[in-house]
């Protein structure tokens, strides 16, 4: 499956940014889709999974957690990330990904080895 990720781009502090990662040669309803992201120096993080087992439960990281909001409209084979309240802290380039797994249990699905496939990922930027 070929996953592309859209929707960075520049906003204030306090702002809001809706991403997508499309899904093609695959049907996105029959995996579990992850949200990573990488700033600069740091290693890639965990933000959201949605599984597509478990009644498609929603994780969510520490640092994102009631700001982010992942959903998926498998009709349109594309996962959203609807980021709210913005701060600096969340400049990375975000990666949408897609895992095999039914449903692992939130520790599982917020591994990066969980994956199988990867987009290319989309810059976001966030001014103070």
């Known amino acids: 499956v070929q996953l592309q990720a859209s929707g960075g781009g520049l906003v204030q502090a306090g702002g809001s940014l809706r991403l997508s990662c499309a899904a093609s040669?695959?049907?996105?309803?029959?995996?579990?889709m992850g949200w990573f992201r990488q700033a600069p120096g740091k290693e890639r993080e965990f933000v959201a999974v949605?599984?597509?087992?478990?009644?498609?439960?929603?994780y969510y990281g520490d640092s994102v957690e009631g700001r982010f909001t992942i959903s998926r409209d498998n009709a349109e084979n594309t996962v959203y990330l609807q980021m709210n309240s913005l701060s600096p802290e969340d400049t990375a380039l975000y990666y949408c990904?897609?895992?095999?797994?039914?449903?692992?249990?939130?520790?599982?699905?917020?591994?990066?080895?969980?994956?199988?496939?990867w987009g290319q990922g989309t810059q976001v930027t966030v001014s103070s």
């Open positions: 949605m599984t597509w087992g478990g009644n498609n439960s929603a």
């Open positions: 990904a897609a895992s095999v797994f039914e449903y692992a249990g939130p520790y599982r699905m917020s591994l990066r080895d969980t994956y199988d496939y």
């Open positions: 040669g695959g049907t996105l309803s029959r995996y579990s």
